[in-house]
């Protein structure tokens, strides 16, 4: 895999209120860009799930495939959002079974469920964060559709991770609620 990687971790699982639609938002561990996701809802549930520390009575899906490889010797060593093509993104999952690392194809949202199981490190290619990232004040000038000379304007079909990212509330201290008087 070429071109440089970008170490990201969830940042959170949200639901897009007016379409009811299930994003992963990841972050830059060094930076403030944020690279939004869209998953299904059963994709967003268990990964929201075991970033809440919630078990499932019964193993979901990823719980299972998690067991197996647990029960086989293999782990997963990290998790890459590789590339964007025609608007999907496709991860990598790098798992290491006897002495050898195999790099399997995977959907993002399958392979960021394994990762909040595995408790690896999740790398963004720095080609998908270039032309899907989105940085809180990149957003702002995106969602005004304001251009400086000599920039190219945005991708127009990234622009609904934009506006998204730009109605997220991204200072920490105002998710703590009203401070005591």
């Known amino acids: 895999m070429a071109g440089e990687l970008i170490e990201v971790v969830v940042e959170s699982v949200r639901v897009h209120m007016p379409s009811s639609n299930h994003v992963v938002i990841l972050k830059e561990v060094d930076r403030e860009r944020y690279l939004p996701i869209w998953v299904g809802p059963w994709e967003a549930n268990a990964i929201a799930m075991r970033l809440q520390g919630v078990s499932p009575e019964r193993p979901l899906s990823h719980d299972l495939f998690s067991t197996i490889l647990e029960d086989l010797g293999a782990t997963i060593e990290r998790v890459v959002i590789a590339t964007l093509a025609e608007e999907t ?33 999740i ?49 920490p201290e105002s998710r703590e609620g009203p401070k005591p008087e």
């Open 89 to 121: 993104f496709h991860a990598r999952l790098f798992v290491r079974a006897n002495g050898t690392t195999h790099e399997v194809d995977s959907r993002p949202s399958d392979a960021l469920a394994l990762a909040v199981r595995a408790n690896v490190p």
């Open 123 to 171: 790398f963004a290619s720095e080609a998908v964060l270039e032309r899907a990232g989105v940085s809180p004040d990149a957003a702002v000038v995106a969602s005004l559709g304001e251009v400086e000379d000599g920039e190219e304007s945005a991708d127009p079909r990234l622009a609904v991770f934009r506006d998204f990212i730009n109605s997220l509330d991204t200072d």
